[in-house]
Structures are given as structure tokens and as C-alpha cells.
């Protein structure tokens, strides 16, 4: 297609300012004012396919609380870090971040389908963000080519399957080629925030990978498991692509046993394995979705004996000041 950018076009529909919430319903008129103040500092998106999933009717929506822009977003509370999760010291060359052994991450773009307002990238991803140009993804690929201990190639952003499927798929092919990478994993919140890019091409050029491909989904309630994602998640899954489920827990999302319970019997129906529940990384403005890690512990311990093993993720957290990602249990031996 000529003249096609390497960086797909979303739908025209997609709402990308406080004025286009407040035309579709989403915003009350007297709330625009502040949260088209936020959007100067943070990027807002809401797809068609996720404002389709908000009850209107309901203030207190689960769906509407990810993506919806909050005046408390520019309130940093004093534990709140700009860079929560302190990818700096651990970035060799730009778009690549090596902090554990055998794994690094590749974000080849920024942009995601939809802005989350608890985002721990919030500062760095948005609209603007753009993708890596052509000599800094030459100069990323040249590290995991040089960088033989790394076993896994992890592709996050900004959310990679915002690339065209050529650009995406010309990214694979070079790093499976290369003889240490034995597996490929992409973080993607694509199938359900924006399922209609989940196009033939996108699948072929999943399915076009040789090595073991981990899809990793995000998703943090139930309802985002419409019939499109659902289908989307099952193109992708006959392309032999291996799904996981990633969340974050949110309060007034998913905090409860009966939401959580949801949430990861839904993402199995999806043919999607839940890996990971994330505490919360402080990122500035996000403290109304925090939920104590005693709270997430309980709630982990009562979801345990209500649902298949299967079912069941790790519950981790990011620890402040670069010390990784560590998983909090809950324990049970001797307890
Ligand atoms: C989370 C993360 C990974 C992947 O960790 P897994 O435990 O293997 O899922 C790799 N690199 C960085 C910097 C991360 O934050
Ligand atoms: S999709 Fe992921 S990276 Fe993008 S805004 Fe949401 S949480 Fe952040």
C-alpha cells in the first residue's frame, strides 16, 4: 500500500481529547474543563470498541475508570515516582531495557490504543511518542545480536501491535534469526482495547514466527472480553501463538474476589492463561487506584479456592528504586 505509515492509523472514531468524551457521553459537560487540563499532560484514547463496553449509566463504571481522564491525575502524591519502575540505569542502548538475566525488552513505539490513567509509563508513552527510528531499532537489534546471554526477546512500548504487520513481523524474523533467542514475547492490551486490528495480516505475521511466541494481554476486568476480543484472541491462537494474561490490580476495577474471579475466568474462556497480577507501580496522579498489598494478599487467598489452578496468577510487585519484580505470595506453608 503506498504511502502507508510504518505506524498504524487507528480508526477516526478513536476519542482522543476531553471535548470528544464529553460529545460521546463519556464525560459530563461541567468535568471537561479539568480533564482536558490533564490531557495536556497525559495522552488520553479511548477506542471505539472500549467505549462501546462503558455502562453510561453506571458513575462508578470499571471499564470507564482505566481510560477516563481524573483531575486527582495531577496530584502526585509524595511516594509517587516519575519513573516508578527505574528503567533508566538498565537501558544499554535507546529502546532496550536489560535489568534481569536472559531477558531484555524491545520497544520499538510508544503509542498505545488506549491510555490507561494508572499507567506506570505514563510519562513516557502518549500520542506523541512516536516510533524508534530506523538507526535506533538497527542499533537495538545489534544489542541482542551481540548480547548472546539473552535467551528471550520481549517487545512492549507503547503496545507493538500498534505496528504495521510488516514493520512488526520484519521485527520478528529478525530476532528469531538470531541463534541465542530462543523465545519472543510481545505485552499487548491491542486484542481487547482495539480487537479490529487483529487483522489476517496482523495474524499472519504472528503466525509467520518459527520460535515459541508468547502473547501477553492485558486486561483487568471481565467485561473487556467482548465477543470481538474473544474472537480476536482466537485468531491469534490458531496461529499456534501462546496467550497470557497480564493485570494490574485496581481498586474500583477489580478489587474484589467476586471481580477478580471474573476477570481470570473470563481471560481462560479467551484461551488466555492469567501469568501475571501486578501491584500497582506508583506512577504520579495514580493514587486512587491503589489497593494495599495485605488487601491484594486476602483477596488472591479467597479467588484461591474458588477457582481452577489454571486460573490462578502470580501476584508481583515492582520494588522502588530499580530492585525488580519480586512476587508477594500469598504464603501458605506453615500458615
Ligand atoms: C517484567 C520485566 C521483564 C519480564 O519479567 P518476567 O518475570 O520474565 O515476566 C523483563 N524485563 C523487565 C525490565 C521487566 O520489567
Ligand atoms: S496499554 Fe499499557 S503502556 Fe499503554 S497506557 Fe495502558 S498500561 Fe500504559
New binding site residues.
Given amino acids: 500500500m503506498p504511502g502507508i505509515s510504518s505506524h498504524r492509523i487507528m480508526s477516526a472514531r478513536t476519542l482522543r481529547s476531553a471535548a470528544d468524551l464529553a460529545h460521546a457521553g463519556l464525560l459530563p459537560a461541567d468535568a471537561m474543563e479539568a480533564a482536558a487540563r490533564v490531557g495536556t499532560r497525559y495522552s488520553i484514547a479511548v477506542t471505539p470498541a472500549v467505549a462501546a463496553l462503558i455502562d453510561r449509566a453506571d458513575p462508578a463504571d470499571p471499564i470507564a475508570r482505566q481510560y477516563i481522564p481524573h483531575p486527582a491525575e495531577l496530584l502526585t502524591a509524595p511516594h509517587e515516582q516519575e519513573d516508578p519502575?527505574a528503567?533508566a540505569p538498565?537501558t544499554p542502548v535507546e529502546g532496550v531495557?536489560h535489568?534481569?538475566p536472559g531477558?531484555?525488552?524491545l520497544k520499538p513505539l510508544l503509542a498505545c490504543p488506549v491510555y490507561c490513567r494508572f499507567c506506570f509509563r505514563r510519562e513516557a508513552v502518549g500520542a506523541d511518542g512516536g516510533v524508534l527510528g530506523e538507526p535506533a531499532l538497527e542499533g537495538a537489534l545489534g544489542w541482542f545480536q551481540r548480547t548472546t546471554t539473552i535467551r528471550e526477546a520481549?517487545l512492549t512500548g507503547g503496545d507493538p501491535l500498534m505496528l504495521s504487520p510488516r514493520r512488526l513481523g520484519a521485527i520478528l524474523r529478525r530476532l528469531e534469526a538470531m541463534p541465542h533467542i530462543e523465545l519472543l514475547r510481545i505485552h499487548s492490551r491491542v486484542p481487547v482495547a482495539a480487537p479490529d486490528l487483529v487483522t489476517p495480516a496482523l495474524a499472519g505475521a504472528l503466525g509467520a514466527v518459527t520460535k515459541p511466541l508468547y502473547l501477553c494481554v492485558h486486561a483487568n476486568h471481565a467485561r473487556e472480553f467482548s465477543s470481538a476480543a474473544v474472537e480476536a484472541l482466537g485468531r491469534l491462537h490458531r496461529t499456534g501463538v501462546v496467550l497470557l494474561g497480564q493485570s494490574v490490580l485496581l481498586r474500583g476495577v477489580n478489587d474484589s474476589t467476586e471481580a477478580l474471579e471474573a476477570l481470570f475466568r473470563a481471560m481462560l474462556r479467551a484461551r488466555v492463561k492469567p501469568y501475571?497480577l501486578h501491584q500497582l507501580d506508583p506512577a504520579p496522579g495514580t493514587a486512587r487506584f491503589a489497593v494495599p498489598v495485605e488487601e491484594g494478599l486476602a483477596l488472591l487467598r479467597a479467588v484461591r479456592g474458588r477457582v481452577s489452578g489454571l486460573a490462578w496468577p502470580t501476584y508481583v510487585q515492582?520494588r522502588p528504586g530499580g530492585a525488580g519484580?519480586v512476587p508477594l505470595g500469598p504464603a501458605y506453608a506453615g500458615s
Fill in positions: 519502575t528503567d538498565f531495557v535489568r534481569y531477558r531484555a525488552l520481549i501475571y515492582e519484580k
